[in-house]
């Protein structure tokens, strides 16, 4: 097969532990990059989150915010593919604000926290008493509860009450606790229904793709990719439907994959 595209994830896959890539991870990709293969990355955070973690212009493409937008590099452009309407984050608002622990409201570059405890401080996370003060169209929420009973049941009612969204429940495969959170996007828009789209606009078969992944929200582009690459550390869903398996996100396992397969591969 030939190979032209290579995806990653970030958090869990790409970034250690610490939220850093490793030089065996720079230096394997920068390779494929020389070599002639598109680099995109795809994650949940949003452009200012991606940038606080990487230099971005190691990439050629990133879908952001779970699949809603995806970002040109080298142009400086991008474009929405889909984002959530002001009355459906009203109405989720008013719902769960109060049996939650927060809620994030994620845009291009910046998240809104209502309620939320921000442990680490960035300057694109933004404390809010108010939905009002969101400046911005809003790609994603996260609902955060004390309990994955209460996010299992923010699901069930989401699923039930918003045709128009789709829910995911979250989970940081390299975090020490095992505590989820609830993701909300448009509904229909993920990362793999993304990267087909990007892959059609510039006439790649999605068989001619490598995308390496660990979460909940990889599970559909790790099965459609040409070649699905569990990480180590990945959830039993994500292992179960990939075609391979590398080691964990600690051990450098994109770069050490990428290092034993790049010169094998055609392009």
Known sequence: ??????ATDFDGTL????????????????????????????TARNLSSIRSVCDISMFDYLVINNGTYIYDVKNNT??????????????????????SEGIDYCTIDKYFSYKTKILVKRPFQ?????????DGIVARINIWADSNEKIYS??????????????????DTDAKSNKKWLAINPKGCSKATTLKAFADK??????????FGDATNDVDLIKQAGL????????????????????????????VYLNKIVDLLTI
């Open 228 to 255: 699905g690459v569990a990480m180590g550390n990945a959830i039993p869903e994500v292992k179960s439907q990939a075609k391979d398996v590398t080691l964990t996100n600690d051990q450098d396992g994109v770069g």
């Open 126 to 134: 933004l404390n809010i008493k108010d939905i009002s003060e969101i």
């Open 15 to 42: 970034l250690t532990s610490s939220k850093t890539i490793s030089d065996v991870n720079k230096e394997a990709l920068k390779k494929c990059k020389d070599g002639g293969f598109i680099l995109v990355g795809i």
């Open 154 to 171: 923010f699901k069930q009612y989401v699923d039930e009450k918003y045709p128009d969204v789709d829910t995911i429940t979250m989970l």
């Open 78 to 99: 991008g474009e929405y593919i889909q984002y959530l309407e002001r009355n459906l984050i009203e109405d989720i608002t008013k719902k769960f604000i109060k049996s």
């Open 1 to 6: 097969m030939r190979y032209k595209v290579i």
């Open 202 to 211: 510039i006439n790649v078969d999605m068989g001619e793709i490598i995308f």
